[in-house]
């Protein structure tokens, strides 16, 4: 974690950006003075200067929610710090995920948001709705889907574009759900599946 910083730019402070280390979602933005920078890395606990306040202040103090430093690294100017730490708790002290208000989980688990939906407009079945004709359509019509999206994900990666390609590969994804989904089945059976062949 040593690094050459700029304290002297802006006055003795540098902005410093945190980042949850699993997630990757900035969590939130303070500033560091020489000391708290010190204290930080001595510590592995996140530590600002309050510059309300004017003194340092270690992030969790009051309510226990800390972050634990993975790494720290500097900008190109050096006068900003990227902190990539394990948050023990909410950032915000509204009670938020992060100072942004973004929920702080992986893009990923969307996918099981996703499936939730779906499952719902399995269970509601509300007209006008492409999936709710998918249900209708049965297993042999939505097996189809996946084939069709799977083969125009393939066109798309060999002779098409990026987005095309991300496009495609998002309608096989959501026509896969569909098709698990209606089997019974969800993608965590799938990961369940992958894990077990991973060695």
């Known amino acids: 974690m040593k690094m050459k910083l700029d304290f002297e730019k802006m006055g003795g402070l540098i902005p410093a ?20 920078y010190n204290l930080t890395k001595q510590t592995g606990k996140v530590t600002f200067y309050s510059r309300s306040r004017q003194t340092l202040w270690t992030k969790g103090e009051t309510s226990g ?17 990227l902190i990539k730490a394990i948050p023990s ?6 009670g938020a ?3 942004f208000g973004e929920k702080n989980i992986e893009d990923i688990l969307f996918l099981k948001y996703l499936q939730n939906f779906i499952e719902q407009r399995r269970q509601e079945m509300p007209e ?21 999206e799977a083969v125009e994900t393939v066109i798309e ?4 574009t990026e987005d095309g390609f991300i496009y495609e590969a998002s309608d096989l994804i959501y026509h896969l759900i569909v098709l698990l989904t209606s089997k019974g089945l969800r993608m965590e059976d799938l990961i369940r599946e992958l894990k077990k062949r991973h060695k």
Not at 65 to 80: E, K, Q, R
Not at 89 to 94: A, D, F, K, N
Not at 157 to 160: I, L
Request: proline share 1%; glycine share 8%; with cysteine.
């Open 97 to 99: 995920d992060t100072c």
């Open 128 to 148: 006008g709705s492409y999936t709710t004709s998918l249900f209708q359509k049965g297993v042999n019509r939505m097996a189809q889907k996946v084939g069709e």
């Open 17 to 36: 950006i945190v980042q949850d280390e699993n997630t990757s979602k900035v969590l939130m933005l303070g500033y560091m003075n020489e000391e708290s």
């Open 65 to 81: 929610n800390y972050l634990t430093v993975v790494n720290m690294m500097a900008d190109c100017d050096h006068d900003t710090i």
């Open 89 to 94: 708790g909410p950032v915000c002290h509204t």
């Open 157 to 160: 990666a060999t002779n098409g």
